[in-house]
């Protein structure tokens, strides 16, 4: 057997090696929750999925660049690296010369791995950058979109407010109440960019639970927390959260324990806010009852949880999924709010912690010196967009739209080059997505495996996956650095996206300029140089390239900012205010209430949602993001494979649900509203709301036409229904957690799952 060697992802850090032909994973020994994700890696490195070597979509090989129908279901022809690259850096010239960057759209949104110079968002956009003087870029992130645009009015720095702030040791010690809106699911701490060694969560929660510190889940989900917090479970209606966390506000003041003294010296808005709390404008009080008609709990319940909460070290949470609905900038910022009025921000183990529980770098310490990254250059080109607007901005170019107080304009894209992602699991309304694709003149992957992306892309370049190449696995809130060495041979003719690049690069003259005369190995030395200088300067061990690359991993000191911006901020708010316009937490917002949103008013309010259950389609859809795999990645890996049913995905409803409609457990259901249907199968469980059924989103799509003409997707992805819509003028984030279905049992033919098979192809010479 070959000797195991250390390697990372984005769920954990590992041992990886070969043994007859197989590949062996342990995790890491130093992990004491170990993310059984890296059990995906085995049955995906020589999976049939993979891409084996360079393919062309043959419409576009025969007939050249130009809007296409057949985008997603034509054949494709293996050609030999260099026709590829030749085609590619034509059509890059072609471009460059007629349009100008402007009409190039760099995408590569997406966890494709945890290595900082293979990190491809890097590669493409430095390549991007360097041959063609730029790309039309994306701002903010599916998983948080919303949030990023908005804390920033509220708080301050997003990275400060989200990622150095409350940690969980201080919750295992100090903590007394948990306010966990969304939840915190430990299937979404598992992961974290770049990597992470120790899963501390799920022991976190234990020993604050076990010290008696009260946890509460409020998610129409009673999973969405851990058995070891012990948690209460609050059911609330989706989409509604802001409803309940008006109700214990208005309860908090009319009791008068809403702590003043820290609303004055802290904040800014407050006057402007109760107003609307207490309904001197609009003739509607926000009180206890009010929030029970909207959001499902009882006035009564509202009232003893508000009244149980002043005097103790209280943290209030808000999870990603909240804000990944429309109108999801509301509860993000009424969390900010009632931890205000608690009077806890900035205490240890309390206050207000975006996110926490949504990723494993939040709640953790900060290294004291800086992980490898790679230059990306300078993008010469301003055009934008928000990286949820993709659709609009291909169906639509020329049209304006708001973001953020500007008024700005989708620029006209021709090509699409997208390495390291994969827009049909992130985007909703897939057919919709279907369609924007088919107008680009060019769309170019490079991908590992045969995703739906890959399926509609013109020119298909095989990558190599993480195990097939070499890099240094490092995050800023994990002490460890681990040197991920290669441990098989590449699939096919795959190639790293580094060595792709530099193939187009030298085509379009500008090899030196993007390598700077540097091998993948020399990169890697080159980056760890700036690590190793910065541990010498603290005083810290900082051995030499070969000696880390030999020991495999290094232990890099973290800083002592335990409490981060709000901390320092609460002990002395002169000295430290927030970046803010008024250096303090905006209750109120008097630069977005100057923006004139009407979905997003000048501070935290009741908006109504333009989509809720009818009569046709009664049901809240709850798509998520799954357990069994990040994202849609290795969706062909073994763990992943094992938690299907009949082959199809997993969607979960209340027994009184499937009751009414004839369904039992383990039977096929459709799941449709007006956009689209899919298949999937049925798991009943009693601990979720009996108005939602909830299907994971990241089952790779695989789509067939029904009779009526609407999509179906046979392998049960939820974005084939979900809506295409902004969260806000103000954030134009993701809107993809919440939608609304019908729910049908299944008893006709279906085909089979054909996604995991490799399109139809020819080889030429």
Known sequence: MQQLRTHSAHWGAFHAGMQDGRLVVTPHPGDPDPNPLIDNFPDALRHPARIAAPAIRRSWLERGPGADILRGGDEYVQVSWDKALDLLAGELRRLGEAYGPSTIYGGSYGWSSAGRFHHVQSQIHRFLNVAMGGYVRSVNTYSGGCAEVLIPHVLGSYEKAVRRNVTWDQIAQRTDVVLAFGGMALKNSRVAGGGVSRHVERGAMREAAGRGCRFVCISPLSSDLPEEAAADWMPVIPGTDIALMLGIA???????????????????????????????????????????????????????????????????????????????????????????????????????????????????????????????????????????????????????????????????????????????????????????????????????????????????????????????????????????????????????????????????????????????????????????????????????????????????????????????????????????????????????????????????????PTERPTKDFPLHLISNQPASRLHSQLDFGGHSQSTKLKGREVCSMHPATAADRGIREGDLVRLFNSRGACIAAARLTEQMHPGVVQLPTGAWYDPMEEASGKTLCVHGNPNVMTRDIGTSRLTQGCSGQLTIVQAERFDGAVRAVSVFEPPRSAVIE
């Open 250 to 608: 208005h309860t908090l003041v009319s009791d008068g324990s809403h702590d003043r003294a820290f609303l004055a010296q802290y904040c800014s808005g407050w006057e402007e806010f109760e107003t609307y709390l207490s309904g001197h404008n609009d003739g509607v009080k926000k009180n206890a009852e009010w929030a029970a008609s909207i959001c499902g709990v009882s006035a009564e319940e509202i009232q003893s949880l508000a009244r149980s909460l002043p005097g103790r070290r209280v943290l209030i949470t808000v999870s990603h999924s909240l804000q990944r609905a429309e109108r999801g900038e509301q509860p993000v910022w009424m969390g900010a709010v009632l931890a205000a009025m608690l009077g806890q921000i900035g205490l240890p183990g309390g206050g207000y912690s975006y996110a926490l529980g949504t990723l494993a770098h939040y709640g953790r310490r900060n290294n004291a010196v800086p992980s490898p990254s790679l230059s990306q250059g300078t993008n010469g080109v301003k055009e934008f967009i928000p990286v949820a607007r993709i659709a609009d901005m291909l169906l639509n170019p020329g049209q304006s739209f708001d973001y953020n107080g500007q008024r700005l304009v989708y620029p006209h894209v021709r090509m699409a080059y997208w390495a390291g992602g994969n827009p049909f699991h992130h985007h909703q309304d897939l057919p919709r997505l279907t369609r924007a694709i088919s107008t680009l003149d060019t769309f170019v992957v490079h991908d590992h495996a045969w995703t739906a992306t890959a399926r509609h892309a013109d020119i298909v370049l095989p990558a190599t996956m993480t195990l097939e190449r070499e890099d240094i696995g490092s995050a800023p809130t994990d002490p460890l650095m681990l040197a991920m060495h290669r441990i098989a041979e590449p699939y096919g003719e795959a190639r790293d996206d580094y060595e792709i690049f530099c193939g187009l690069a030298q085509r379009l003259g500008v090899l030196d300029e993007f390598s700077e005369g540097r091998s993948s190995r020399e990169w890697l030395q080159h980056l760890y140089a700036k690590t190793r200088e910065a541990l010498a300067e603290i005083g810290h061990e900082a051995p030499d390239f070969d000696t880390f690359w030999r020991q495999g991993e290094l232990v890099l000191p973290q800083a002592d900012d335990d409490g981060g911006m709000m901390r320092a901020f609460r002990n002395d708010p002169q000295a430290n205010p927030l970046a803010t316009p008024s250096g303090k937490i905006q209750v109120s917002s008097p630069v977005i209430e100057s923006f004139g949103y009407d979905d997003c008013p000048g501070h935290p309010a009741w908006v109504e």
